[in-house]
């Protein structure tokens, strides 16, 4: 059997960002469509959870009454057994995530379908790094097992404190399916680097042909969401959705209102730097319509920027998308131009702004380059985009993987 038909076809499998939280999906097997009874397009920027795992029981039934009268199971045992069995899928998750070459994620959880079914759901989990990038991606293999264990085994094993030993017992039924899912085969690396490459293409491919944001059927870029200890961006904090606000944005003042003192003009063009973090940084900062583009851990963003230079500490405030219909998220900054660089500082708590040049989001960025107008091609404008964001990330360049894709 090929390869594809294996992984693709024959089985279920995912692809997912390896460091976002969740580890929202970014590809979707045939098998997972076939499984699941989603459309591809309908599990493309979802949480795995979110879409199939407890969070999706809870918000199509509340109460869990419908679980319990088809699987025959009490409110309390519902509750502490799908509470068990997440906390140990989230606990392998941390796991791989921690030291992926020793250790392979695999859960038992319930899982519902597109239809309402629930299931119980052998999942194996690890973490790959793309062979030329070096950027991670989450892979996540699913098999229905409820032949074998029910729901209600599941679930009343799990609020018993036997999960453990349920798992246990799957271990040679493990084995066997890593054994037929070859994964150290040279062809099943390389398939599912070619999907990573495929995956990472479509991300970061959102802008059409006249240079305008095309349609995108992906939430964000990435969620992830989480701060520092100390609320700051992190050097590993990756950027949400890649859209940009047109000019009659909430988010975006007038002219009149941006064009303050010879600092805005001054800070036009591109710049680059190192957190304190270690992370590096890149903005390149455009004067038509307020438009920053940033590329952060090998994400890329486009975002809008205000600049009020009226005060001691000139402000910068800096507009996150979130994604479709969501309001924008404010970052409050600081800036200062002087013989060193661009002194720049992200808040360090969520609704607040720096007083100092100094902690775990500031940077000392160097200018490297004049502003470079946006390009009204896809072709111009994605390895700007594309070769930034992996020379941040891993000093490879991809506009290369996108030359070759758009040769295919």
């Not at 997972?32 to 795995?48: H, M, P, T, W």
């Not at 999706?56 to 068990?84: F, N, P, R």
């Not at 495929?198 to 006249?210: G, K, P, R, S, V």
Request: glycine share 10%; aromatic share 6%; with cysteine.
């Amino acid at each position: 059997m090929l390869v594809q038909d294996r992984l693709s076809t024959g089985g279920s499998f995912i692809l997912c960002d390896a460091l976002a939280v969740g580890f929202p999906i970014r590809y979707a097997s045939q098998g997972f469509v076939d499984l699941f009874g989603f459309k591809a397009s309908e599990c493309i920027g979802k949480k795995c959870g979110d879409l199939v795992g407890s969070p999706s029981i809870y918000a199509h039934d509340a109460d869990l009454k419908a679980l319990t009268a088809a699987h025959g199971v009490s409110h309390d045992m519902a509750t502490e057994g799908l509470k068990a069995v997440t906390e140990r899928a989230q606990e392998e998750c941390r796991k791989m995530a921690a030291d992926p070459t020793a250790h392979m994620g695999f859960a038992l959880v319930v899982n519902r379908k597109s239809d309402g079914d629930l299931f119980v759901c052998e999942v194996l989990m690890q973490i790959s790094h793309h062979t030329g990038t070096g950027w991670p991606y989450s892979v996540g293999f699913q098999s229905d097992i409820t032949d074998d264990i029910s729901v209600a085994e599941l679930l009343k094993s799990a609020a018993n404190g036997k999960l453990d030993a349920l798992i246990a017992s799957r271990n040679d039924a493990k084995n066997k399916h890593l054994e037929n899912l070859c994964l150290k085969d040279k062809q099943v690396a390389s398939y599912l680097n070619d999907k990573a490459e495929e995956m990472w293409y479509t991300l970061l491919n959102c802008i059409d042909a006249t240079g305008k944001p095309a349609p995108q059927s992906i939430a964000s870029l990435s969620t992830k969401d989480k701060m520092s200890e100390t609320g700051g961006l992190t050097d590993t904090t990756s950027i949400s959705s890649m859209t940009i606000k047109g000019a009659d944005s909430a988010s975006v003042v007038s002219d009149e209102d941006f064009n303050q003192g010879s600092l805005a003009s001054w800070l036009w063009g591109s710049w680059s730097g190192k957190m304190a973090g270690g992370g590096m940084v890149a903005m390149q900062f455009f004067s038509d319509g307020h438009r920053v583009l940033i590329t952060m851990s090998g994400k890329v963003i486009q975002a809008s920027y205000r600049l009020d230079s009226r005060r001691d500490m000139v402000h910068l405030d800096i507009f996150m998308p979130r994604g479709s219909g969501d309001k924008d998220e404010l970052r409050k900054c600081i800036v200062k131009i002087d013989a060193n660089g661009l002194h720049f500082c992200w808040p360090s708590s969520a609704g607040d702004r720096a007083s100092r040049f100094e902690g775990p989001g500031f940077l000392l960025m160097q200018h490297s380059g004049d502003e470079l107008s946006m390009p009204a091609s896809k072709t111009a404008w994605m390895p700007l985009a594309m070769g930034a964001a992996a020379a941040l990330a891993s000093g490879v360049a991809i506009g290369v993987l996108l030359r070759r894709k758009r040769q295919m």
